[in-house]
């Protein structure tokens, strides 16, 4: 934190602290890991997104972005990587919040498909 004059006036400004996430997460299927791909691209789709080579996808927010990468496939089960990135940690914090709220509602929602 610091001191700034600004039209004559003393304002503190407040530095923003990096934010640099990464997860390794798993679905038990293929078709899985599909539905949440497209289920991301609607839950965001006010947010640009890209399909990057060696991403399945990209979603860019306000000073930063998420990024969602398959790593490996045993089996049937799929191994994929969670990457938060921001300039302001608050920012990132609440991207962050967010996006292992949408994955746990997924989870909840395709183990009562199953059923």
Known sequence: MSVVLVEGKEMIAMQSIPFDFLKTESLPMVSQYSKLLNWLDGEYELYLRTYNPGSDIVIYFPTGFLEIKSRAKVEETV???IHIKAKNKKIATKI??????????FSTYMAVEKC
């Open 96 to 105: 962050k919040q967010q996006f292992f709220l949408f994955l746990k509602h």
């Open 79 to 81: 191994f994929f990587e």
